[in-house]
């Protein structure tokens, strides 16, 4: 290999591309800097939600101009995909990482939003700290989804678990937020050792770092090893389902979801599950996938132990999610039987007559964003004027803000799987692609799950609608009310409407251009 | 009727209408929202009664239909190569034809009734209509959705406000109750998701080709009759063998197994839904716990979509293997009637002996549905009307007898025809067509029903009839115990039924004598429902 050509440099044009990714990181640096003068930290927050929209903006421009210069042709006469590949294709802006950007950015904004009105300054002290440190955290899992070098990867990894270490543990006087903290960096620790590990059985067996010249190793002759790519895919798997909360890697998420700031849960839920789940499609979509030889089926067993790990997750975190009496701990739960489910689409691959994994693993992921952060901006509402998470605190929530009972339905509905929701057809989606690859256990499995949650869904329902208090009323501070009614309205027009974005998604997305890093040494 | 009128979706969400209403109303205002919900019931029963007039005109012609794209998505293309297009479709769909026109009507009837009966109702009223009314729009829907995917979404629509319904408004027990509902209902809706996918993913596919264009169009359809076309067509991908495509894989075969692995798993979710014997437990609960407005509906209506789906998805797919478990359909009847009858027999609460004469009363159902001739087959579908009329005027009086007495057991009631003589005359009336008295509606189809099976099973047939005569029994002995006797104490000054009470009583005692002297009120829509089915039936058995 050319070592010259493989170290390209980064050019002034090539930066422009990176624009998001800039802007979050300046917004970043500003803040810390203003925060020493401000007098109003709240302003720090919208300061934060602006810089978040402003990279959504840039993000949703450059996909729209990668949709319009689909099917053009070049000055040859060639097709022209339209896809940004930077530095030998380390860094990529294709329909896979714009639309998971999107998912991130659009997370991160509910999270700010939510949190301007239920973070306490008796609570977390430094206020300004907890804002502007989203930002990097975002900015991390968007090199997630772009990176096609293993290197690329793991920064943008570390840089997303650092930054939220210090966002769990940042109610520095509560004892429960000081543990979860440390839990998390354990077992994150763990996770990124075991992702090193495989990773490094990856480069040894290959020699390179980059996912597409890994394919081409693995293609010539890496499959002579196949014990070795086991030890690798296995390791991978490992460290990511520590990420993604899939059972049995998901002990740490229920303490570390209770003992973190709401918000900061509906964070870790969405964008730290979503991000480790675009490095599992991008590392096995360009390793595992190619990972075959007559009588070596390695490639097989790989997408078996995904589908296997799914099939634990969902029916791991629902059945304990049966024993949970505590609200937060129980979106923990039912966020790893989300992963489960969202696993299926993976590892379900190109089978039969069906290559549509990632539509429906992008449109559950959307579904999956507004049902958890819905539900956890309900939580953190009732959080903040209870003083505790408990399930009995919904007790009578009906009669205390009825319409934030009714948006709490609409949630635990598109969570359960029931219609008219986005949970719904996420799952219907899902549902579809196992039976057309005709993997038909999983779609058991799937179906006995949802069963099983809808006991604990309904148990919440249960206390809204059927339970009675003398409490007061509860206040809704506007911004909350604002994420929840969003969350509320898009989830039920994602459950009426749930056809042009899987639609738009499956037909521009293609695994060939998207999914495979192409390294051309 | 004027031709692009939608009134299948008039019919459907008429409801919504008087929902909208309620939200606006202020929910300390009983009688404004007590009358809006029964105003909005109105609606679906009167253009139900358009249709059905209009109905009966075009006999034998082009059934009503209403259709539009609800969903249509691409898929991924890079599995099946190149082809100009390939997609999933939903379709709203909507249609009526011989087997939904009766169970519509039933059900618009049976809403308006359950509506005027919710007057019982104590608290919450404006939440309460605005479930009751949900619930109504899922059962219209279900009855006349034609695409897989729409009639779940309407099966569904009917849970969640039964859950609630249930949970808050019913008796001590209420919330065990509507957990024990949700999750038998839950298990059985997923059962028939898996069955709906599994079918969608291979009989649902369609490839179309237009040869001057060199154009290749596949597509996944949810539609009714695009599955049910290609289930019964030898030549569709569903039924190509590896033998047929000369070794070639073909993901979409079914093979027999799978035909009856897709048969079973819809028996078994409707079966939970009918409730066939050993699903039976969580309706009974419902019946004792709910408020018996909401139970006329879940007795009168709810239990009837389980048989609805059985015939629809079950039966008229899936004819052969229908066919070869005929007996085993008959058997589970039997059980049904007998085991129902009996445990009526000895129960000492009113509700229960009729939440078990219900069970008794679906398993004959299951005889017309075992008879696979038209005979028995229309026996099925009258019984299912009959018996959904019946049991709500059941519960429409128990409900007037615990308004009064505070009590359904069968210790605490009787002599009620010297303080009640109007409820008791109805009560009477409505035992009588229980029991199958002739010239009311039980009868009829009961008759129909053993007649039809008596053709294939005379066995079978001569057992299911001593249910017959337990009901009987049972029947007697709990009615004759409420009206006849010493009245208590306690229940000398009780005033007799009021005129909100006694109109519904006397409009579905009406329907029943019209069905028991007049049948062919029912049987003229049915007509052509069934002849797609018999015609494939007697191929089958022709080949």
């Known amino acids: 290999m050319d070592a010259t050509q493989q170290l390209q440099s980064l050019s002034w044009s090539d930066a422009a591309y990176l624009a998001p990714e800039w802007i979050l990181i300046a917004f970043m640096i500003g803040l810390a800097v203003l925060d020493l003068f401000l007098p109003r930290r709240a302003l720090t927050g919208w300061l934060t939600l602006a810089g978040l929209l402003t990279s959504l903006g840039f993000v949703v421009w450059r996909l729209t101009e990668l949709a319009n210069s689909a099917g053009q042709t070049d000055a040859a006469g060639q097709q022209v995909n339209g896809i940004i590949r930077i530095m030998a294709d380390s860094y990529r802006i294709d329909y896979f990482s714009s639309l998971l950007k999107i998912v991130f950015l659009v997370a991160a904004a509910l999270t700010v939003l939510m949190s301007l009105g239920t973070v306490k300054r008796s609570d977390i002290s430094d206020r300004g700290e907890y804002y502007y440190l989203l930002l990097p955290a975002v900015c991390g899992a968007m090199i997630m989804a772009s990176s096609g070098d293993m290197i690329t990867l793991y920064i943008g990894l570390e840089l997303l678990s650092i930054t939220t270490y210090v966002l769990v543990g940042i109610r520095k006087h509560a004892v429960q937020s000081t543990e979860a903290a440390f839990k998390y960096v354990v077992t994150g620790g763990i996770s990124s050792a075991l992702v090193l590990f495989g990773m490094s059985y990856l480069y040894g067996i290959t020699g390179a770092t980059n996912l597409g010249a890994i394919a081409q190793g693995i293609k010539e002759h890496g499959i002579d090893f196949p014990a070795i790519l086991y030890v690798a895919f296995f390791f991978l798997i490992a460290g990511l389902g520590i990420k993604i909360a899939a059972a049995p890697f998901h002990y740490w998420a229920a303490d570390v979801y209770q003992g973190a700031p709401t918000p900061i849960t509906a964070f870790l839920a969405v964008v730290s599950k979503g991000a480790a789940f675009a490095v599992i499609f991008r590392i096995i979509y360009n390793t595992a996938f190619f990972a075959s030889s007559p009588g070596k089926p390695v490639t097989n067993d790989v997408f078996l132990v995904l589908l296997i790990l799914a099939a634990a997750a969902m029916l791991i975190g629902s059945t304990m999610a049966l024993r949970q009496f505590n609200a937060k ?56 004027s209870e003083g505790n998470d408990d399930v009995g605190s919904f007790a009578g929530l009906y009669h205390r803000a009825p319409w934030t009972a009714v948006a709490m339905v609409v949630f635990l509905l598109s969570l359960a799987g029931l219609p008219v929701t986005g949970g719904f057809f996420g799952k219907l989606f899902i549902l579809l692609g196992a039976m057309q690859s005709k993997d038909y256990w999983i779609a058991a499995v799937m179906v006995a799950s949802s069963v099983i949650s809808y006991y604990f869904y309904f148990g919440l329902i249960r206390q809204m609608f059927m339970r009675s208090t003398n409490d007061s009323d509860v206040r809704v501070p506007a911004t909350s009310g604002i994420v929840i009614w969003l969350c509320a309205i898009a989830t039920v027009a994602l459950g009426i409407v749930p056809g042009p974005a899987l639609d738009w998604v499956n037909s521009h997305f293609t695994i060939v251009n998207d999914l495979f890093v192409q390294f051309v040494p | 009727m004027p031709a692009d009128l939608p009134i299948l979706s008039l019919i459907t969400f008429s409801p919504l209408l008087g929902l909208l209403v309620l939200l606006f109303l202020p929910k300390h205002r009983s009688r404004w929202l007590k009358v809006t919900a029964i105003t909005a019931t109105l609606l679906p029963l009167l253009l139900s009664f358009w249709l059905y007039a209009d109905y009966d005109g075009v006999k034998g012609g082009k059934p009503y239909e209403e259709q539009a794209t609800w969903i249509s998505t691409s898929l991924n293309k890079e599995a099946v190569g190149e082809v100009s297009s390939y997609t999933f479709e939903m379709q709203y ?6 087997l939904s026109m009766p169970l519509l009507l039933l059900t618009t009837i049976v809403g308006v009734m359950a509506a005027l009966a919710s007057v019982h109702i104590k608290k919450r009223w404006k939440a309460f209509y605005i479930w009751f009314l949900l619930l109504e729009v899922g059962m219209l829907g279900v009855f006349l959705a034609r695409d897989v995917f729409l009639f779940f979404v309407f099966f569904e629509m009917t ?12 008796y001590m027990n209420r919330e065990q109750a509507a957990n024990k509902f949700l999750i038998y209902n839950g298990i059985g809706s997923a059962i028939m998701l898996l069955a709906f996918v599994f079918l969608v993913a291979t009989a649902g596919f369609r490839a179309e080709q237009l040869p001057e264009q060199q154009q290749t169009h596949l597509s996944y359809s949810g539609s009714y009759d695009v599955i049910g076309a290609n289930l019964a ?51 009974l609960k419902v019946h004792a716990e709910a408020p018996p407005s909401v139970v006329m509906i879940h007795s009168g209506v709810l239990l009837k979509m389980g048989a609805y789906g059985l015939l629809r998805f079950g039966v008229f797919m899936f004819p052969a293997q229908t066919k070869d478990w005929a007996t085993v359909l008959a058997i589970l009847g039997v059980v049904n009637i007998l085991y129902g009858a009996v445990l009526a027999l000895v129960q000492k609460e009113f509700k229960l ?34 018996h959904g009329l019946i049991s709500a005027l059941l519960f429409l009086l128990v409900g007037s007898i615990y308004e009064r007495t505070g009590s359904t057991e069968l210790k605490d009631l009787g002599g009620l025809a010297r303080s009640m003589p109007f409820l008791s005359g109805i009560l009477l009336a409505a035992g009588m067509a229980s029991l199958g008295l002739p010239g009311l509606s039980g009868f009829v189809g009961e008759f129909l029903s053993l007649l039809g099976l008596f053709d294939s099973m005379r066995i079978i047939t001569a057992i299911a009839v001593l249910g017959v005569i337990l009901t009987a029994v049972y029947v007697l002995r709990s009615v004759l115990g409420i009206t006849f006797g010493a009245l208590p104490e306690r229940l000398a000054a009780i005033r007799d039924v009021r005129l909100v009470e006694a109109v519904p009583m006397i409009a579905l005692l009406a329907f029943i004598v019209l069905i028991g002297i007049y049948p062919a009120v029912l049987t003229l829509p049915m007509q052509h429902g069934f002849d797609s089915l018999l015609r494939q039936l007697s191929d089958k058995a022709g080949r």
């Open chain 2, 93 to 98: 769909h909507l249609g009526v034809d011989g």
């Open chain 2, 233 to 283: 067509d030898p030549n569709a991908y569903v039924n190509l063998s590896p033998e047929q495509t000369q070794g070639t894989d073909n993901p979409l075969y079914l093979s027999e197994r799978m035909h009856w692995v897709i048969f079973l798993l819809l028996l078994i979710a409707f079966g939970i839904k009918l409730p066939i014997f050993p699903f039976h437990t969580w309706m």
């Open chain 2, 159 to 170: 849970l969640i406000p039964m859950f609630f319904l249930i949970g808050i408004w019913g």
């Open chain 1, 329 to 384: 701990r129980l979106m923990a739960l039912s966020g790893v039987a989300n992963a489960g489910y969202m696993l299926v689409p993976l590892g379900l691959s190109i089978k039969g007559m069906h290559a549509s994994g990632f539509g429906e693993f992008v449109f559950y992921l959307a579904a999956y964003l507004l049902m958890t952060i819905g539900a956890l901006a309900v939580i953190g509402v009732i959080g903040k």
């Open chain 2, 353 to 386: 002996v009729l939440a078990y004469s219900s069970i008794s009363h679906m398993g004959i159902v299951l005889l017309g549905i075992a008879s696979l001739n038209e005979i028995g087959l229309h026996g099925a579908v009258i019984q299912l009307v009959s």
